[in-house]
Nanobody, 128 residues
Framework: QVQLVESGGGLVQAGGSLRLSCAAS????????MGWFRQAPGQEREFVAA????????YYADSVKGRFTISRDFAKNTVYLQMNSLKREDTAVYYC?????????????????????WGQGTQVTVSS
């Protein structure tokens, strides 16, 4: 079992920055991946970013590429999402997720069904 707790959401003006944190407990290992999804009101949940816990390549949705950065801290068992140059369309509930390793087989990293564990979500609101 894996438990994920997000924090760091809030209200920010367009052009500003926020850093989301996701503290993980339980079975996070070198065979795990971590990711972020988001869901805006009235819309389906969508992929934002992902990476393997052991490091290496990072993956981003086109809409956030160049503005958002996913990273992790082994010592704190925490994954982060640094969000810069925020836009109103980034307003959503952001969910942390964990699943099996991202590799060239299995479910793609940007599909919800790849991930087994989800946090409760944290609200990000970007005002103009």
């Amino acid at each position: 079992q894996v438990q994920l707790v997000e924090s760091g959401g809030g209200l920010v003006q367009a052009g500003g920055s926020l850093r989301l944190s996701c503290a993980a407990s339980g079975r996070i290992s070198s065979s795990s991946s971590m990711g972020w999804f988001r869901q805006a009101p009235g819309q389906e949940r969508e992929f934002v970013a992902a990476m393997n816990w052991r490091g290496g390549r990072t993956y981003y949705a086109d809409s956030v590429k160049g503005r958002f950065t996913i990273s992790r801290d082994f010592a704190k068992n925490t994954v982060y999402l640094q969000m810069n140059s925020l836009k109103r369309e980034d307003t959503a509930v952001y969910y942390c997720t964990a699943g099996p390793l991202i590799d060239y087989s299995g479910t793609a990293y940007d599909h919800e069904r790849k991930y087994d564990y989800w946090g409760q979500g944290t609200q990000v609101t970007v005002s103009s």
